[in-house]
Protein backbone atom coordinates (compact mmCIF):
# COMPACT_ATOMS: atom_id res chain seq x y z
CA UNK A 1 0.00 0.00 0.00
CA UNK A 2 1.44 3.52 -0.72
CA UNK A 3 2.33 6.16 2.06
CA UNK A 4 0.79 9.69 1.69
CA UNK A 5 4.00 11.02 3.72
CA UNK A 6 7.22 10.63 1.39
CA UNK A 7 10.44 8.68 2.77
CA UNK A 8 8.04 6.81 5.49
CA UNK A 9 7.52 3.01 5.83
CA UNK A 10 3.90 3.74 7.59
CA UNK A 11 1.76 7.12 7.63
CA UNK A 12 0.14 5.62 10.82
CA UNK A 13 1.58 3.18 13.35
CA UNK A 14 -1.16 1.92 15.72
CA UNK A 15 0.55 1.18 19.47
CA UNK A 16 -2.35 -0.88 21.61
CA UNK A 17 -2.98 -3.46 24.00
CA UNK A 18 -4.37 -6.37 22.51
CA UNK A 19 -6.73 -7.09 25.49
CA UNK A 20 -8.64 -4.09 24.90
CA UNK A 21 -9.41 -5.54 21.20
CA UNK A 22 -10.90 -9.10 22.62
CA UNK A 23 -14.60 -8.51 20.99
CA UNK A 24 -17.14 -9.05 23.94
CA UNK A 25 -19.51 -10.89 21.56
CA UNK A 26 -18.38 -13.89 19.37
CA UNK A 27 -17.69 -12.94 15.80
CA UNK A 28 -18.14 -9.32 16.40
CA UNK A 29 -14.94 -6.81 15.36
CA UNK A 30 -12.77 -6.08 18.48
CA UNK A 31 -12.93 -2.31 19.71
CA UNK A 32 -9.76 -1.18 17.96
CA UNK A 33 -10.29 -2.66 14.76
CA UNK A 34 -13.62 -1.50 14.86
CA UNK A 35 -12.45 1.95 15.24
CA UNK A 36 -9.21 1.99 12.97
CA UNK A 37 -11.76 0.40 9.69
CA UNK A 38 -14.09 3.37 10.98
CA UNK A 39 -10.73 6.05 10.64
CA UNK A 40 -10.26 4.38 7.48
CA UNK A 41 -13.14 5.51 5.75
CA UNK A 42 -13.20 8.85 7.42
CA UNK A 43 -9.03 9.68 6.27
CA UNK A 44 -10.12 8.47 2.91
CA UNK A 45 -12.80 11.33 2.75
CA UNK A 46 -10.25 13.51 3.49
CA UNK A 47 -7.26 12.88 1.80
CA UNK A 48 -9.26 12.07 -1.49
CA UNK A 49 -8.57 7.98 -1.54
CA UNK A 50 -9.04 4.90 0.76
CA UNK A 51 -5.42 3.45 -0.37
CA UNK A 52 -3.92 6.99 -0.64
CA UNK A 53 -2.55 6.30 3.24
CA UNK A 54 -0.75 3.05 5.07
CA UNK A 55 -1.51 1.73 8.52
CA UNK A 56 0.54 -0.95 10.61
CA UNK A 57 -1.24 -2.78 13.21
CA UNK A 58 -0.16 -5.68 14.79
CA UNK A 59 -2.63 -8.33 14.82
CA UNK A 60 -0.60 -11.29 15.80
CA UNK A 61 1.42 -11.13 18.68
CA UNK A 62 -0.88 -11.61 22.20
CA UNK A 63 -0.54 -8.74 24.53
CA UNK A 64 2.16 -10.09 26.80
CA UNK A 65 4.60 -11.27 24.21
CA UNK A 66 7.88 -9.32 23.04
CA UNK A 67 8.11 -6.66 20.71
CA UNK A 68 9.77 -8.29 17.38
CA UNK A 69 12.91 -7.05 15.08
CA UNK A 70 9.99 -6.29 12.85
CA UNK A 71 7.42 -4.66 14.67
CA UNK A 72 11.02 -2.08 15.81
CA UNK A 73 11.46 -2.01 11.99
CA UNK A 74 7.97 -0.50 11.46
CA UNK A 75 8.14 1.81 14.35
CA UNK A 76 10.90 3.47 12.73
CA UNK A 77 9.67 4.07 9.73
CA UNK A 78 6.39 5.45 10.91
CA UNK A 79 5.10 9.13 10.06
CA UNK A 80 2.64 9.35 13.59
CA UNK A 81 1.88 6.91 15.86
CA UNK A 82 -2.00 6.30 17.20
CA UNK A 83 -1.62 5.19 20.71
CA UNK A 84 -4.70 3.35 22.39
CA UNK A 85 -4.50 4.81 26.23
CA UNK A 86 -6.02 1.88 28.44
CA UNK A 87 -4.75 0.63 31.66
CA UNK A 88 -3.71 -2.38 30.06
CA UNK A 89 -1.72 -0.44 27.71
CA UNK A 90 0.28 1.01 30.78
CA UNK A 91 0.91 -2.45 32.37
CA UNK A 92 1.88 -3.80 29.35
CA UNK A 93 6.22 -3.71 28.41
CA UNK A 94 5.40 -4.37 24.65
CA UNK A 95 2.93 -1.15 24.37
CA UNK A 96 5.60 0.72 26.38
CA UNK A 97 8.33 0.21 24.47
CA UNK A 98 6.89 1.38 21.02
CA UNK A 99 5.67 4.37 22.73
CA UNK A 100 9.56 4.97 23.89
CA UNK A 101 10.66 4.03 20.46
CA UNK A 102 8.91 6.07 18.70
CA UNK A 103 9.71 9.20 21.02
CA UNK A 104 12.73 8.84 20.97
CA UNK A 105 12.92 9.10 17.45
CA UNK A 106 10.66 12.32 17.05
CA UNK A 107 11.25 15.98 17.53
CA UNK A 108 8.36 16.94 19.02
CA UNK A 109 5.49 14.61 20.54
CA UNK A 110 2.58 17.11 20.01
CA UNK A 111 2.49 16.95 16.16
CA UNK A 112 3.17 13.04 15.74
CA UNK A 113 1.79 11.22 18.46
CA UNK A 114 -2.58 10.66 18.56
CA UNK A 115 -3.34 9.69 21.79
CA UNK A 116 -6.96 7.58 21.86
CA UNK A 117 -8.35 7.51 25.75
CA UNK A 118 -10.40 4.03 25.58
CA UNK A 119 -10.61 4.00 29.58
CA UNK A 120 -9.56 6.32 32.37
CA UNK A 121 -5.98 5.89 33.51
CA UNK A 122 -4.51 7.57 37.16
CA UNK A 123 -1.41 9.03 35.26
CA UNK A 124 -0.42 9.28 31.45
CA UNK A 125 2.88 7.80 30.07
CA UNK A 126 6.04 10.39 30.29
CA UNK A 127 6.32 11.78 27.28
CA UNK A 128 2.28 12.35 26.95
CA UNK A 129 1.42 14.45 29.44
CA UNK A 130 1.01 17.75 27.42
CA UNK A 131 -1.58 15.74 24.95
CA UNK A 132 -5.31 16.40 25.49
CA UNK A 133 -6.12 12.98 23.86
CA UNK A 134 -9.27 12.11 22.35
CA UNK A 135 -11.53 10.67 25.11
CA UNK A 136 -13.60 7.53 23.96
CA UNK A 137 -15.20 7.56 27.51
CA UNK A 138 -17.73 9.54 28.94
CA UNK A 139 -19.07 9.74 32.73
CA UNK A 140 -22.74 8.28 33.11
CA UNK A 141 -25.11 10.27 35.79
CA UNK A 142 -23.47 8.52 38.51
CA UNK A 143 -19.63 9.43 38.12
CA UNK A 144 -19.12 6.39 36.91
CA UNK A 145 -16.77 6.24 33.62
CA UNK A 146 -18.41 4.36 30.42
CA UNK A 147 -16.58 2.95 27.37
CA UNK A 148 -17.99 4.22 24.29
CA UNK A 149 -19.06 2.06 21.40
CA UNK A 150 -18.89 -0.99 23.87
CA UNK A 151 -19.47 -3.30 22.98
CA UNK A 152 -20.14 -2.33 19.64
CA UNK A 153 -21.04 1.41 17.85
CA UNK A 154 -24.65 2.46 18.48
CA UNK A 155 -25.79 4.50 15.64
CA UNK A 156 -26.78 6.90 18.05
CA UNK A 157 -24.47 7.40 19.95
CA UNK A 158 -23.15 10.64 18.42
CA UNK A 159 -20.64 11.44 20.99
CA UNK A 160 -18.14 8.44 19.61
CA UNK A 161 -18.79 9.14 15.76
CA UNK A 162 -17.90 13.01 16.98
CA UNK A 163 -14.91 12.34 18.23
CA UNK A 164 -13.78 9.77 15.69
CA UNK A 165 -14.39 13.00 13.19
CA UNK A 166 -12.45 14.85 15.24
CA UNK A 167 -8.99 12.78 15.36
CA UNK A 168 -9.57 11.92 11.89
CA UNK A 169 -9.53 15.73 10.69
CA UNK A 170 -6.79 16.64 13.26
CA UNK A 171 -4.90 13.19 11.47
CA UNK A 172 -5.37 14.15 8.24
CA UNK A 173 -4.16 17.79 8.83
CA UNK A 174 -1.12 17.08 10.41
CA UNK A 175 0.01 14.18 7.36
CA UNK A 176 -0.55 16.50 5.10
CA UNK A 177 1.91 19.02 6.77
CA UNK A 178 3.80 15.82 7.36
CA UNK A 179 4.12 15.48 3.43
CA UNK A 180 5.41 18.46 2.67
CA UNK A 181 7.94 18.63 5.16
CA UNK A 182 9.25 15.04 4.35
CA UNK A 183 8.81 16.01 0.88
CA UNK A 184 11.28 18.76 0.70
CA UNK A 185 14.11 16.78 2.60
CA UNK A 186 16.83 18.79 3.28
CA UNK A 187 19.80 18.01 1.87
CA UNK A 188 21.92 18.08 4.91
CA UNK A 189 21.33 14.24 5.45
CA UNK A 190 20.99 13.01 2.17
CA UNK A 191 23.87 14.28 0.60
CA UNK A 192 25.71 13.22 3.68
CA UNK A 193 28.44 9.79 4.04
CA UNK A 194 28.73 8.49 7.79
CA UNK A 195 31.83 6.62 8.95
CA UNK A 196 30.22 3.91 10.60
CA UNK A 197 33.63 1.84 12.49
CA UNK A 198 34.03 -1.48 12.65
CA UNK A 199 33.07 -3.28 15.60
CA UNK A 200 34.23 -5.96 18.06
CA UNK A 201 32.36 -8.83 17.47
CA UNK A 202 29.96 -8.62 20.36
CA UNK A 203 28.70 -5.42 18.68
CA UNK A 204 28.77 -6.61 14.86
CA UNK A 205 24.70 -6.90 15.21
CA UNK A 206 24.22 -3.49 16.56
CA UNK A 207 26.68 -2.09 13.72
CA UNK A 208 24.27 -3.85 11.25
CA UNK A 209 21.00 -2.46 12.37
CA UNK A 210 22.18 0.90 12.64
CA UNK A 211 23.67 0.69 8.73
CA UNK A 212 20.58 -0.37 7.46
CA UNK A 213 18.96 2.59 10.01
CA UNK A 214 21.09 5.25 8.15
CA UNK A 215 20.86 3.64 4.56
CA UNK A 216 17.04 3.62 4.89
CA UNK A 217 17.44 7.58 5.56
CA UNK A 218 19.20 8.00 2.01
CA UNK A 219 22.76 8.11 3.39
CA UNK A 220 25.92 6.61 2.35
CA UNK A 221 27.86 4.45 5.09
CA UNK A 222 31.22 3.81 4.83
CA UNK A 223 33.82 1.75 4.76
CA UNK A 224 32.28 -0.26 2.21
CA UNK A 225 35.31 -2.43 1.76
CA UNK A 226 37.83 -4.36 3.21
CA UNK A 227 41.40 -2.49 4.21
CA UNK A 228 44.37 -4.32 3.34
CA UNK A 229 46.50 -4.80 6.46
CA UNK A 230 49.66 -3.25 4.44
CA UNK A 231 47.48 0.23 3.63
CA UNK A 232 45.10 -0.17 6.58
CA UNK A 233 45.82 3.81 8.18
CA UNK A 234 45.99 5.33 4.45
CA UNK A 235 42.57 3.64 3.18
CA UNK A 236 41.12 4.46 6.52
CA UNK A 237 42.14 8.05 6.34
CA UNK A 238 40.90 8.36 2.85
CA UNK A 239 37.41 7.29 3.50
CA UNK A 240 37.60 9.80 6.73
CA UNK A 241 37.82 12.53 4.39
CA UNK A 242 34.66 11.52 2.55
CA UNK A 243 32.58 11.49 5.74
CA UNK A 244 30.78 14.31 7.33
CA UNK A 245 30.82 12.58 10.40
CA UNK A 246 32.23 9.69 12.73
CA UNK A 247 29.55 7.06 14.74
CA UNK A 248 31.05 4.52 16.85
CA UNK A 249 29.99 1.71 19.01
CA UNK A 250 32.02 0.57 22.00
CA UNK A 251 31.52 -1.88 24.83
CA UNK A 252 34.20 -3.38 27.57
CA UNK A 253 36.29 -5.14 24.45
CA UNK A 254 39.20 -3.28 22.70
CA UNK A 255 40.67 -6.21 20.52
CA UNK A 256 43.41 -5.65 18.87
CA UNK A 257 43.00 -1.96 19.86
CA UNK A 258 41.43 -1.34 16.52
CA UNK A 259 38.41 0.23 17.81
CA UNK A 260 40.81 3.07 19.47
CA UNK A 261 42.85 3.51 16.73
CA UNK A 262 39.88 4.08 14.48
CA UNK A 263 38.92 7.18 16.85
CA UNK A 264 42.56 8.65 17.11
CA UNK A 265 42.52 8.66 13.47
CA UNK A 266 39.30 10.30 13.33
CA UNK A 267 40.34 13.02 15.64
CA UNK A 268 43.33 13.43 13.52
CA UNK A 269 40.81 14.60 10.63
CA UNK A 270 38.63 16.33 13.13
CA UNK A 271 35.69 15.21 12.03
CA UNK A 272 32.98 15.43 14.33
CA UNK A 273 32.36 12.38 16.49
CA UNK A 274 29.62 10.69 17.66
CA UNK A 275 30.04 7.47 20.61
CA UNK A 276 27.93 5.14 22.09
CA UNK A 277 28.25 2.78 24.77
CA UNK A 278 25.85 0.70 26.75
CA UNK A 279 24.72 2.26 30.21
CA UNK A 280 24.91 -0.69 31.68
CA UNK A 281 28.19 -1.27 30.80
CA UNK A 282 30.28 -1.57 33.95
CA UNK A 283 33.19 0.37 34.13
CA UNK A 284 35.23 -0.41 37.29
CA UNK A 285 35.94 -3.61 35.34
CA UNK A 286 37.95 -2.08 32.31
CA UNK A 287 41.11 -1.94 34.54
CA UNK A 288 43.86 -3.78 32.16
CA UNK A 289 43.78 -1.08 29.20
CA UNK A 290 44.02 2.72 31.24
CA UNK A 291 43.67 4.50 27.53
CA UNK A 292 40.76 2.55 26.56
CA UNK A 293 38.88 2.97 30.37
CA UNK A 294 39.71 6.22 29.62
CA UNK A 295 37.92 6.54 26.39
CA UNK A 296 34.58 5.33 27.21
CA UNK A 297 34.76 7.48 30.12
CA UNK A 298 35.14 10.50 27.88
CA UNK A 299 32.75 13.49 27.28
CA UNK A 300 32.25 12.21 23.45
CA UNK A 301 31.20 9.02 24.75
CA UNK A 302 27.36 8.53 25.08
CA UNK A 303 25.70 6.31 27.73
CA UNK A 304 22.04 6.05 26.54
CA UNK A 305 19.33 3.34 24.95
CA UNK A 306 20.45 1.96 21.99
CA UNK A 307 17.21 3.54 19.78
CA UNK A 308 17.85 6.61 21.06
CA UNK A 309 21.01 6.67 20.09
CA UNK A 310 19.96 6.14 15.98
CA UNK A 311 18.12 8.61 16.46
CA UNK A 312 20.60 11.33 17.86
CA UNK A 313 22.77 10.73 14.73
CA UNK A 314 19.93 11.99 12.13
CA UNK A 315 19.61 15.07 14.95
CA UNK A 316 23.81 15.72 14.04
CA UNK A 317 23.34 16.07 10.53
CA UNK A 318 20.56 18.50 10.88
CA UNK A 319 21.95 21.82 10.08
CA UNK A 320 23.54 23.61 13.08
CA UNK A 321 21.01 25.83 14.95
CA UNK A 322 22.46 29.16 15.63
CA UNK A 323 23.44 29.25 19.28
CA UNK A 324 20.95 30.75 21.75
CA UNK A 325 21.93 34.07 23.02
CA UNK A 326 21.69 35.11 26.77
CA UNK A 327 22.01 38.62 28.34
CA UNK A 328 24.95 39.66 30.19
CA UNK A 329 23.12 38.82 33.84
CA UNK A 330 23.80 35.48 33.68
CA UNK A 331 27.68 35.98 32.28
CA UNK A 332 29.03 35.65 35.74
CA UNK A 333 26.35 33.16 37.32
CA UNK A 334 27.90 29.87 38.85
CA UNK A 335 25.59 27.17 38.16
CA UNK A 336 26.86 23.29 40.12
CA UNK A 337 25.80 21.12 37.93
CA UNK A 338 24.67 17.90 40.61
CA UNK A 339 25.12 14.47 38.91
CA UNK A 340 25.67 10.90 40.37
CA UNK A 341 28.39 9.38 38.88
CA UNK A 342 25.43 7.14 37.27
CA UNK A 343 24.78 10.22 35.33
CA UNK A 344 28.28 11.70 34.78
CA UNK A 345 27.76 11.31 31.16
CA UNK A 346 25.34 14.02 31.13
CA UNK A 347 26.77 16.20 33.43
CA UNK A 348 29.91 16.38 31.01
CA UNK A 349 27.70 17.57 28.00
CA UNK A 350 25.57 20.05 29.93
CA UNK A 351 29.17 21.47 31.41
CA UNK A 352 29.93 21.57 27.42
CA UNK A 353 27.05 23.71 26.55
CA UNK A 354 27.63 25.81 29.75
CA UNK A 355 31.44 26.48 28.42
CA UNK A 356 30.47 27.64 24.95
CA UNK A 357 27.89 29.88 26.90
CA UNK A 358 30.73 31.16 28.64
CA UNK A 359 28.88 30.61 31.65
CA UNK A 360 30.23 29.20 35.03
CA UNK A 361 30.00 25.72 36.08
CA UNK A 362 30.71 23.26 38.52
CA UNK A 363 30.80 19.02 38.88
CA UNK A 364 30.40 17.09 41.08
CA UNK A 365 33.45 15.14 42.46
CA UNK A 366 33.88 11.96 39.74
CA UNK A 367 37.24 10.00 41.43
CA UNK A 368 36.41 9.40 44.94
CA UNK A 369 39.39 7.23 45.80
CA UNK A 370 41.01 7.98 48.80
CA UNK A 371 38.33 10.68 49.56
CA UNK A 372 36.68 10.77 52.82
CA UNK A 373 32.46 10.94 53.02
CA UNK A 374 33.26 14.16 55.31
CA UNK A 375 35.39 15.27 52.45
CA UNK A 376 32.64 15.04 50.18
CA UNK A 377 29.63 16.53 52.25
CA UNK A 378 31.78 19.42 52.45
CA UNK A 379 32.19 19.71 48.82
CA UNK A 380 28.55 19.41 47.88
CA UNK A 381 28.04 22.03 50.79
CA UNK A 382 30.51 24.63 49.28
CA UNK A 383 28.68 24.05 46.29
CA UNK A 384 25.56 24.87 47.69
CA UNK A 385 26.80 28.12 49.94
CA UNK A 386 28.96 29.36 46.76
CA UNK A 387 26.38 28.82 43.66
CA UNK A 388 23.57 30.79 41.73
CA UNK A 389 21.67 28.11 40.64
CA UNK A 390 21.15 24.21 40.75
CA UNK A 391 21.11 21.72 38.40
CA UNK A 392 20.41 18.49 39.82
CA UNK A 393 19.86 15.17 37.31
CA UNK A 394 17.64 12.88 37.11
CA UNK A 395 18.38 9.60 34.51
CA UNK A 396 19.81 6.68 35.76
CA UNK A 397 20.35 7.45 39.32
CA UNK A 398 18.18 6.62 41.87
CA UNK A 399 14.65 8.50 42.48
CA UNK A 400 16.04 8.32 46.33
CA UNK A 401 19.65 9.86 45.83
CA UNK A 402 17.43 12.83 43.81
CA UNK A 403 14.86 13.83 47.18
CA UNK A 404 18.33 13.52 49.19
CA UNK A 405 19.86 16.27 47.14
CA UNK A 406 16.77 18.11 47.31
CA UNK A 407 16.26 18.03 50.86
CA UNK A 408 19.82 18.91 51.53
CA UNK A 409 19.43 22.11 48.90
CA UNK A 410 16.69 22.92 51.61
CA UNK A 411 18.41 22.93 54.33
CA UNK A 412 21.38 24.85 53.34
CA UNK A 413 19.28 27.45 51.95
CA UNK A 414 19.25 28.97 55.46
CA UNK A 415 22.94 29.14 55.56
CA UNK A 416 23.50 31.24 52.27
CA UNK A 417 23.25 35.37 52.71
CA UNK A 418 20.69 35.19 49.65
CA UNK A 419 18.70 32.53 48.31
CA UNK A 420 19.50 30.31 45.55
CA UNK A 421 18.14 32.14 42.18
CA UNK A 422 16.73 28.82 40.33
CA UNK A 423 17.00 24.87 41.62
CA UNK A 424 15.88 22.92 38.97
CA UNK A 425 15.57 18.85 37.89
CA UNK A 426 16.56 17.76 34.89
CA UNK A 427 13.93 14.68 34.60
CA UNK A 428 15.11 12.29 31.44
CA UNK A 429 11.70 10.95 30.48
CA UNK A 430 11.17 7.16 31.46
CA UNK A 431 8.32 5.02 32.40
CA UNK A 432 10.48 3.06 34.57
CA UNK A 433 11.59 5.36 36.68
CA UNK A 434 10.23 6.20 39.87
CA UNK A 435 8.53 9.88 40.01
CA UNK A 436 10.01 12.77 42.26
CA UNK A 437 8.50 12.56 45.98
CA UNK A 438 9.69 15.83 46.54
CA UNK A 439 8.53 19.41 45.37
CA UNK A 440 10.69 22.51 46.67
CA UNK A 441 8.80 25.86 46.47
CA UNK A 442 9.79 27.46 43.12
CA UNK A 443 11.48 24.22 41.80
CA UNK A 444 11.58 23.94 38.16
CA UNK A 445 11.32 20.51 36.76
CA UNK A 446 12.50 19.64 32.65
CA UNK A 447 11.39 16.95 31.45
CA UNK A 448 13.37 16.16 27.78
CA UNK A 449 15.14 13.11 26.44
CA UNK A 450 18.69 13.02 26.74
CA UNK A 451 19.21 13.87 23.56
CA UNK A 452 17.72 17.11 23.78
CA UNK A 453 20.04 18.69 25.92
CA UNK A 454 20.62 21.64 24.65
CA UNK A 455 16.87 22.93 24.44
CA UNK A 456 17.03 21.63 28.58
CA UNK A 457 19.82 23.98 29.43
CA UNK A 458 18.48 26.34 27.25
CA UNK A 459 15.11 26.72 28.90
CA UNK A 460 17.32 26.75 32.44
CA UNK A 461 19.39 29.54 31.33
CA UNK A 462 16.59 31.61 30.40
CA UNK A 463 14.59 31.56 33.53
CA UNK A 464 18.30 32.16 35.24
CA UNK A 465 18.18 35.52 33.27
CA UNK A 466 14.33 36.43 34.74
CA UNK A 467 15.93 36.08 38.36
Known amino acids: MPVYVPNCKHDIFVSYAHVDNEPLIDGDHGWVTTLINSLKVLLGKKLGSADAFSFWMDSKLQGNSPATADIVKQLEGAATLLLILSPAYIQSQKCMLELNIFLAQIKEVNN ?8 VVEEKPAGLD ?20 LPKPNPEEYQYYQRLDDLSRQLANQLKILKQEYGNKPVSTSEKTIFLAEVTQDLEEQRQDIKRYLEQQGLQILPNKKYSFPNIQQDLDEDLTKSSLFVQLLS ?24 WRSPTLDLTKIVDDPNYSQLLESSSVIAIGFVEFKAMIIKKLEPEKEKPKFNDSISDSLVFINAALEDIHLANQI ?8 IGYSMPLEDLTGVKASEIRQYLEQN ?18 VNEQLLYCRR ?33 VFNYPSNEIETCVSQFLQMLEQK
Open 412 to 444: MQGRRDEPLKLIAVYDVPSSKKPKLSVKLPNMQ
Open 130 to 149: DLLGYKFWLLDDYGNPRILA
Open 351 to 358: KDFLDEQG
Open 112 to 119: RVFVVEHD
Open 252 to 275: DKNTHAYPQFQYERAKNADLPILQ
Open 384 to 401: LLSCDAVLLLYDNTSVYW
